[in-house]
């Protein structure tokens, strides 16, 4: 029986020696047919020894600017050959197994789009970060992560995790590449939600696991960050709710808007305040001529 290959890819924007501790867990796997694809953003020395020398098999992509989330996501697919594609944020590690698991679960007749692990606290890893989403609610726009460990082993999520997700190389031919106007959060909600619209499940496999160190890149309460979840759930908003985005638009005028403007200001974050505004004002208005970067 052949062995499936699989191809792991990840983005790395300026955290070399975070993305060489990943290859170095990718390393001690024992699955024996597997690449790596680092996309390097906004990079202007060529890394690729470095990373060759914690995980041999490894392909590296330098971009000169940085591409974001997304776009380094589809560069890393497009460049890959695998028969199923293992996306992993730069900042996660493995546990050996978890590939083997993963696998086991597309085998049969089931149309199943994409499956993640759960995911954990790197510096915590009795908490569990993600054991699948909720629905994003039409009105507010708001989802929760389910924390708790599933009951069962193997269970339908609204959206799969974009830290940690395997997807079918003919899925992704099927549906798509993962939407690049977000730039960074909430591409793999959209992404999710265009997989499902072609009538395949998502599942979370909660018998496997990774850890992840959350938010490296971005900070865990930054301007960029507030940004992009701000303007990006506007945008999100828009092709998601539909007939309900008027009511949605209301909530964020009404209550949110003021909630956070009184929030950052009480805090004196001045320029959270700016980012956020500015997402707003991106997120309502110029997505419709094309998105604005921070």
């Known amino acids: 029986m052949k062995t499936p290959k699989v191809s792991i890819v990840t983005v790395n924007y300026k955290q070399p020696k975070v993305t060489t501790e990943l290859l170095d867990s990718i390393d001690k796997l024992s699955y024996p047919n597997l690449e790596v694809v680092v996309v390097d953003n906004a990079q202007v020395h060529d890394d690729a020894g470095l990373y060759k020398s914690h995980y041999s098999n490894t392909q590296v992509i330098n971009v000169k600017d940085n591409a974001g989330f997304a776009k380094g996501n589809n560069i890393g697919i497009k460049a890959s050959t695998g ?26 007749p089931n149309k199943i789009g994409a499956i993640s692990p759960l995911i954990k606290y790197f510096d915590h890893p009795d908490k569990i970060q993600f054991a699948g989403f909720t629905e994003v609610s039409k009105f507010t726009g708001r989802n929760e992560l389910i924390h708790e460990q599933p009951k069962e082993e193997f269970i339908d999520t609204a959206y799969f995790h974009g830290a940690a997700v395997m997807i079918p190389r003919e899925v992704i031919k099927d549906c798509g590449l993962m939407p690049e106007e977000f730039f960074l959060y909430y591409e793999e909600l959209d992404w999710s939600r265009i997989i499902k619209s072609y009538g395949y499940s998502l599942k979370v496999l909660s018998t496997v696991s990774i850890l992840h160190k959350e938010s490296i890149s971005t900070g865990k309460n930054s301007p960029l960050k507030v940004y992009y979840q701000n303007r990006n759930r506007i945008h999100f908003m828009r092709k998601a709710a539909k007939k309900q985005y008027l009511i949605f638009l209301a909530y964020f005028l009404l209550l949110a808007f003021p909630k956070n403007l009184l929030f950052h200001l009480a805090k004196r974050e001045y320029q959270h305040l700016k980012a956020f505004i500015k997402a707003f004002y991106h997120g309502l208005i110029l997505n419709r001529v094309g998105f604005q970067k921070i």
């Open 83 to 108: 028969d199923y594609i293992f996306l992993l944020n730069n900042d996660t590690e493995l546990e050996d197994g978890v590939i083997e698991r993963l696998l086991e679960r597309f085998e049969g």
